[in-house]
């Protein structure tokens, strides 16, 4: 199968984007979820790359929908040229980021694989995300300067089942999985520190991120900071 596909692959295709895009996919660097969509949804790819990726997924799930959005007029044009060379019926092509994310948002029923090329990872997408329906598999790579690692993996592990990100910044990864309740829990002891405790819990409640819990731990105080 990975040899038809690349038979498919446009001419006008850089050889060196083939081979960089053959090396990633093929040796799982985004895990071992990305390939299989459940029959009847609809997955989206953010970047078509090489397009060797989106053909091979798509042919090797025949009864889902993929949506590629590619906003570069070089590489659409390339990728179009290899659909066109295949006979397959489950490709769909959007021709910018926008479209594709109001595509996703409004997207009926729950998404298959959803995934998301470098530059695209932003904080409009992660509120897309947010705002969109349940997935089964979110993965891409991001950069630090777009977006901090933190909200990413917030927004991930209530978006999908699985996800994993790759940072191009530094190297690292955001991987997990679905998981429910607050991203963190601070205890905060406390003993006769009455006048201290409205200045700190405005300090830890002030704070970007959303999902913490903050338990307070009244250890035998007599100053009226249980009260």
């Not at 960089?20 to 040796?27: A, E, N, S, T, Y």
């Not at 479209?99 to 409009?124: F, K, S, T, W």
């Not at 790579?141 to 933190?150: F, G, I, M, T």
Request: charged fraction near 20%.
């Amino acid at each position: 199968m990975i040899r038809e596909v690349l038979e498919k692959l446009s001419p006008l295709t850089s050889e060196d984007s083939i081979q960089q895009d053959r090396d990633r996919w093929l040796g799982h660097e985004h895990g071992p979820y990305i390939w299989t969509a459940e029959p009847g949804t609809s997955s989206f790819l953010f970047g078509a790359g090489s397009g060797l990726y989106p053909l091979l997924f798509a042919r090797m799930n025949p009864g889902a929908s993929l949506f590629v959005v590619e906003p570069d007029s070089t590489r659409l044009i390339c990728f179009r040229d290899s659909l066109a060379r295949t006979n397959l019926q489950n490709v769909h092509i959007l021709d910018s980021s926008a479209r594709g994310l109001e595509a996703m948002c409004h997207h009926a029923g729950r998404l298959g694989v959803v995934g998301v090329g470098l530059g695209h990872a932003n904080r409009e997408f992660l509120e897309a995300i947010q705002a969109s329906r349940p997935m089964r598999v979110l993965f891409g790579e991001y950069q630090e300067s777009h977006v901090d690692s933190l909200t990413l993996y917030e927004t991930s592990r209530q978006a999908a089942d699985h996800f994993h990100w790759l940072d191009r910044t530094n190297g690292g990864r955001a991987v997990g999985q679905r998981t429910p309740g607050p991203l963190l829990s601070l205890v905060v002891p406390v003993f006769d520190v009455a006048r201290f405790l409205d200045r700190c819990l405005r300090s830890l409640a002030g704070q970007p991120l959303t999902s913490l819990e903050i338990l307070l731990v009244d250890d035998g105080s007599r100053d009226g900071s249980g009260e």
